[in-house]
């Protein structure tokens, strides 16, 4: 995803940082390196040596800083990217079961019912067009329980580090 304009809000302490197709916020806080009423921000651009994909944020003295989007997407709990992150953490397992399986390849295709090609783009984890079935299915082939645990969300402040 593209970032087209980003900018500061100081009286939100957040950036404002607009894509093709909406406005997201992230706040100063969630910095590395946040400003401070003695180091405010000089400047913020979108950052063309990231594709366009991240911000970098000057301060006052110099110090600099940058903010990907996947960072802003997190924050803002953006469920196409939270899709993705289920979806790449399912593909990581895939492969690391597919390395200890005594299962042939052929094997496995056959019996998920599918085409050589279709099975190696399951095991691409930046494929994102894969479902999250067929990674399943994948992943019952080589003998995986895969258990979806729903709770209830701990705020950021008192998770332990």
């Known amino acids: 995803m593209k970032i087209r304009s980003v900018k500061h809000n100081n009286r939100k302490k957040a950036f404002e940082i607009k894509t093709s197709s909406r406005t997201l916020q992230f706040p100063y806080s969630k910095l ?12 913020v651009y979108v950052d063309k040596e ?27 709990q953006d469920p196409s990217y939270l899709r993705d992150v289920i979806l790449y953490k399912l593909t990581v397992e895939a492969q690391k079961r597919l390395e200890k399986s005594a299962l042939s390849k052929r094997e496995i295709i056959r019996r998920l019912g599918t ?42 402040h008192t998770r332990a580090s």
């Open 32 to 43: 590395d390196l946040p400003p401070s009423a003695a180091d405010s921000i000089d400047r």
């Open 50 to 76: 990231l594709a366009s994909e991240g911000f970098t944020y000057e301060l006052k003295s110099g110090k600099s800083g940058t903010v990907h989007i996947e960072q802003v997407l997190e924050y803002n």
């Open 115 to 156: 085409s050589a090609t279709q099975f190696y783009r399951l095991l691409d984890q930046k494929d994102y067009q894969t479902s999250v079935d067929q990674l399943l299915s994948l992943l019952h082939v080589l003998d995986c329980d895969v258990d979806l645990v729903i709770r209830t969300k701990t705020p950021s």
